[in-house]
């Protein structure tokens, strides 16, 4: 014999409102905003964003002399901070990633400013080439920041 729950219409409405609600609050989530590296020197840091990984600057919310801010994806931005940056050595694990779409039109573009690059290992001058076919390299900012350049489409 089947035994049935009784509820009231206002315990039935309750729920449902609980019901309804609950996919707008499990789908608020976290977007990813910006990153900020520090710099020693952000002319020179300017140079190699601009000329080096081609990034467009956007205006500076700030409106000061110690912040450059880059688009680095819809809606996604970067900033570079001039300041007193540690002296700590950096570390190829901690890396941002770039994509391109020739790895050897980017490695001409090394070799023309003079920019070393290395594979995963620390290599230099080594391309890695990654199990799911995409090819990749490691460059360092002016403040030995860790890059990730790779053709992945």
Same mark, same amino acid.
Request: charge should be positive; aromatic fraction near 10%; proline fraction near 5%.
């Given at each position: 014999?089947?035994?049935?729950?009784?509820?009231?219409?206002?315990?039935?409405?309750?729920?449902?409102?609980?019901?309804?609600?609950?996919? !707008? $609050?499990?789908?608020?989530?976290?977007v990813?905003?910006?990153?900020?590296?520090?710099?020693? &020197? !952000?002319?020179?840091?300017?140079?190699?964003?601009?000329?080096? !990984?081609?990034?467009?600057?956007?205006?500076?919310?700030?409106k &000061?002399?110690?912040? %450059?801010?880059?688009?680095?994806?819809?809606?996604?931005?970067?900033?570079?901070?001039?300041?007193?940056?540690? %002296?700590?050595?950096? !570390?190829?694990?901690?890396?941002?990633?770039?994509?391109?779409?020739?790895?050897?039109?980017?490695?001409?573009?090394?070799?023309?400013?003079? $920019?070393?690059?290395?594979?995963?290992?620390?290599?230099?001058?080594?391309?890695?080439?990654?199990?799911?076919?995409?090819?990749?390299?490691?460059i360092?900012?002016? &403040?030995?920041?860790?890059i990730? $350049?790779? &053709?992945?489409?």
């Amino acid at each position: 014999m089947l035994n049935y729950i009784q509820l009231k219409p206002s315990t039935i409405k309750i729920a449902l409102v609980l019901l309804l609600s609950f996919p !707008l $609050i499990s789908s608020a989530q976290t977007v990813f905003n910006h990153v900020a590296l520090c710099s020693k &020197d !952000l002319k020179k840091s300017n140079a190699f964003y601009t000329s080096v !990984l081609n990034l467009k600057i956007v205006p500076n919310p700030f409106k &000061d002399t110690v912040h %450059t801010w880059y688009s680095i994806a819809p809606k996604i931005a970067m900033h570079v901070i001039q300041s007193d940056c540690s %002296t700590a050595p950096k !570390l190829i694990a901690d890396h941002i990633c770039f994509s391109v779409p020739s790895i050897s039109k980017f490695i001409a573009l090394l070799n023309e400013k003079k $920019i070393t690059y290395c594979n995963w290992k620390g290599v230099a001058g080594q391309v890695e080439h990654r199990v799911d076919g995409v090819s990749q390299v490691y460059i360092q900012d002016p &403040d030995g920041y860790w890059i990730e $350049i790779n &053709d992945a489409k």
